[in-house]
């Protein structure tokens, strides 16, 4: 009967479609997992600073390369706006037998303020900060609010 025998490969078939869509399924819910990091580390340009959520950067980042101050309270990331930190790239500074020495360049972390960053880059200016969309997709009104007080401009 061909009827029957043509009906046999297109279960099997179907079989296989279920399978797939389930992977699909686990896949999604990776993604929307909120404990699983999906955001790459800040890499900044050289000369230029980046915009990064404290909870997107390496968990041992904790102090402020400008004012040498905390960027955590206590190894816990602030409230909002204090949960944004300003990122560039620099070598960072050490003293050996009381000489001062130069690490390799690498990512330096800075509160979001004038200040902190002018200390150690009095050409700073606020339009060399670059806010990526994912950043500001995230932002809530307070650190819009900062970022306004601060003259750096993003686009939603
Ligand atoms: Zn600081």
Same mark, same amino acid.
């Not at 980046?50 to 960027?71: E, H, M, R, T």
């Not at 003293?95 to 303020?113: A, M, R, V």
């Given at each position: 009967?061909? !009827? ?19 992977? #699909? =399924? $686990?896949?999604?819910?990776?993604? /929307?997992?909120?404990?699983?990091? *999906? ?6 340009? /050289? ?5 990064? +959520?404290?909870? /997107? !950067?390496? #968990?041992?980042? &904790?102090? !402020? ?11 816990? @990331? ?16 050490? +003293?050996? /037998? ?9 990512? @330096?972390?800075? %509160?979001? &303020? =004038?200040?902190? @960053?002018? &200390?150690?880059? $009095? +050409? ?14 995230? +932002? *809530? *009104?307070? %650190?819009?609010?900062?970022?306004? *007080?601060?003259? @750096?401009?993003? #686009?939603?």
């Amino acid at each position: 009967m061909p !009827c029957g025998r043509g009906k046999k490969p297109h279960k099997a078939t179907q079989k296989r479609k279920g399978k797939a869509n389930k992977r #699909n =399924e $686990t896949a999604l819910a990776y993604l /929307d997992d909120p404990d699983q990091p *999906q955001v790459p580390p800040p890499r900044p340009p /050289d000369g230029g600073y980046v915009i990064y +959520f404290l909870k /997107d !950067c390496d #968990n041992k980042v &904790s102090k !402020c390369y400008g004012c040498k101050g905390n960027l955590k309270h206590e190894g816990q @990331i602030p409230q909002p706006p204090g949960d944004l930190v300003v990122v560039s790239r620099g070598r960072r500074e050490y +003293f050996k /037998d009381g000489t001062k020495l130069y690490g390799e360049i690498n990512n @330096i972390y800075f %509160h979001l &303020s =004038e200040q902190c @960053i002018k &200390s150690k880059n $009095t +050409f700073f200016v606020p339009s060399l900060v670059y806010v990526a969309p994912y950043v500001v997709s995230q +932002f *809530q *009104q307070d %650190h819009k609010d900062l970022l306004d *007080q601060c003259s @750096i401009t993003y #686009n939603i």
